[in-house]
């Protein structure tokens, strides 16, 4: 009977209902099949540009961070260079009070001294800071061998804290003896605190 009710309809009507049926196939088979595929695919693109996004700003935080390290590093070299090279008060007037003594193991004589030497004070704004002092003009003259007199140089070379050597001046007082005599100008960097007013 469909059949025969189908011959009735011209061919163009018919040709017209089969693409009718094919295009609804095509896109039923579309939003069944395909669609969910190009969506998922279409979320992966932009999940693609966000990791590709928060991997740049992971590298840029880490170049950031190893620069940090870098300049952190740098101080605490900086920091620890400072510190080997400065006294704390009560260092210096141990080292002023033990010079002699560093002097006359090497073998030589200390023909003359002058410890009372100015200090220079570097004042700062906030009475908590640390403040400079620059403890100068201590003067010694030494007398010995050169073997001896370089073991002083030496000895003042390598203090820790650093030592200042601010002038350093050789005399022969009697050519056939073979000693020598040396004339330094010692300074030494201490670092202390100034109280504030009216501290104890």
Request: aromatic share 4%; charged share 25%; net charge negative.
């Amino acid at each position: 009977m469909r059949a025969d009710r189908l011959r009735r309809y011209p061919k163009v009507t018919r040709n017209v209902s089969s693409a009718a049926l094919i295009v609804i196939g095509v896109l039923a088979l579309y939003n069944g099949v395909l669609a969910p595929h190009l969506g998922y695919l279409h979320a992966m693109q932009k999940y693609e540009t966000v990791v590709d996004g928060v991997t740049q700003e992971k590298c840029r935080i880490a170049d950031t961070l190893e620069a940090k390290i870098g300049q952190w590093h740098t101080l605490q070299r900086e920091l620890a260079e400072l510190e080997d090279g400065v006294f704390t008060v009560d260092q210096a007037k141990t080292f002023v009070r033990s010079l002699l003594s560093l002097v006359e193991e090497t073998g030589c004589a200390v023909v003359r001294a002058d410890f009372a030497g100015e200090g220079k004070t570097t004042r700062m704004e906030d009475p908590n800071q640390t403040v400079v002092i620059e403890i100068s003009h201590l003067s010694l003259d030494a007398l010995g061998q050169p073997d001896q007199v370089s073991a002083v140089l030496e000895r003042l070379r390598d203090h820790r804290p650093r030592i200042s050597i601010d002038a350093c001046r050789f005399d022969f007082p009697d050519g056939g003896s073979g000693l020598v005599e040396c004339h330094l100008a010692v300074a030494l960097h201490a670092v202390g605190n100034r109280k504030a007013p009216g501290g104890q």
